[in-house]
């Protein structure tokens, strides 16, 4: 981060009224959410676009969250595969429900469903 830069001249209370609006200035754009790419905001954008494009016989569909990290087109944050916790927090935010298949042949696999 760059020093800031003040015109010199300027009297001693000007000049720290100046510094005190730039530090307050970067301190708001730090508290700002993190909205890089792979953060849970991304994920729930591109989650979401996602869903607004299926059909409805694909929304009654059930989703394995191999399969949502596909066809979502889904990245982590240093470009390989996304975390499955954030995944999960960004299909929940869209109205997924997490499942689970019981059954012998489901051998209890996970998946999700939306509900609407």
């Known amino acids: 981060m760059q020093p800031p830069t003040i015109q010199a001249g300027l009297?001693?209370?000007?000049?720290?009224?100046?510094?005190?609006?730039?530090?307050e200035q970067q301190?708001?754009?730090q508290l700002?959410?993190?909205?890089?790419?792979?953060?849970?905001?991304?994920?729930?954008?591109?989650?979401?676009?996602?869903?607004?494009?299926?059909t409805p016989t694909q929304r009654s569909r059930r989703f394995t969250?191999?399969?949502?990290?596909?066809?979502?087109g889904l990245t982590g944050k240093h470009g390989g595969a996304a975390a499955h916790h954030r995944i999960a927090q960004a299909l929940r935010a869209c109205?997924?429900?997490?499942?689970?298949d019981w059954t012998r042949a489901g051998r209890n696999t996970r998946f999700w469903?939306?509900?609407e």
């Open 113 to 115: 469903k939306l509900e």
């Open 27 to 29: 301190n708001r754009q």
């Open 95 to 100: 109205g997924f429900q997490p499942r689970r």
């Open 65 to 72: 969250t191999s399969e949502v990290e596909q066809l979502a």
């Open 32 to 54: 700002e959410p993190d909205t890089r790419h792979g953060s849970v905001y991304d994920l729930q954008a591109k989650v979401q676009a996602w869903v607004d494009a299926m």
């Open 11 to 23: 009297p001693l209370c000007k000049y720290f009224a100046a510094l005190t609006a730039i530090s």
